[in-house]
């Protein structure tokens, strides 16, 4: 059976000159418009199509992919405004999403970007948008681990940092002196659990605690620096932003690998930018050069005989 608001995967039942007939189950057939028909299109292929209302209120299948389904927060524009019912958002089809005046905590104007949920309104069967975000997060309380990764959308800017929708399900929320750099609004980002406290409220971090983020850090570093040949333009005066945009972690996590990048003699400071060292070699053979400056022995005059 065909789901409303959900990507579907229907047989095609019939041609006809609107378009193509699709087996949508209990929902009877769904009309696939002729200009969204795949051009290798083969009898008895099975199309990948999103189910919704148009205009009209009659369902139609699209192959477009809408920026969020039924159940899922989105971060959408304001692209116009109708004053009877509310604003309409751009979610990536050619039919505008609905936010209902009723939906809004605020006023919302054209060019705007708003979080919303995307849910089936189950009267009138058709797909809006709600900015009441916390009538669609989940009220159980959360069984995360203290550590564990999580999906994260930054939903808006307070006092004590950013809060967060967590795994399209809670709200968070990431401390200002956790991070080394602003967030934006609607930005998706991976994220770790710091903890649970007591009634359900979740306290975030970028990054993970310890060596569970160095350790994969070391090796983003080494894949990174080998990929460029060797050599790697980022070292411990290189900006949080520049970090964060390359490495999706902060300035701190990246300087404690390379820390232990150093400690290990994997790699040595080139100033600026760090250089890989071949720490296969055999003891005795490594070349003075290839040392870490600090690590070169020092060689005192011989006593005479």
Known sequence: ???IGKRNTLSIVRSSGPGLYLDGGELGEILLPGRYIPRDIKAGDKLDV????????RLV???EIPLALVGEFACLKVISFNRQIGAFLDWGLSK???LPFREQNTPVGVGQKVIVFVYLDEQSKRIVASARLSRHLSRDTPSYRDGEQVNLMIASRSSLGYNAIVNNAHRGLLYHDNLSAPLEVGQKIKGFVRTVRVGGKIDLRLDASGYKRVAPLKDLIVAAAEKNGGHLDFDDNSSPEKIR????????AFKQALGALYKSRRIRF???GIQLLDNTTPIGEARLSDLPPMAKPSRKPRRAS
């Open 1 to 3: 059976m065909a789901t």
């Open 245 to 252: 945009k390359t490495f999706g972690v902060s300035k701190n």
């Open 96 to 98: 505008d999403l609905l």
């Open 270 to 272: 080139t100033n600026p």
């Open 50 to 57: 999103f189910i919704y209302t148009d205009s009209e209120d």
């Open 61 to 63: 299948a699209t192959t």
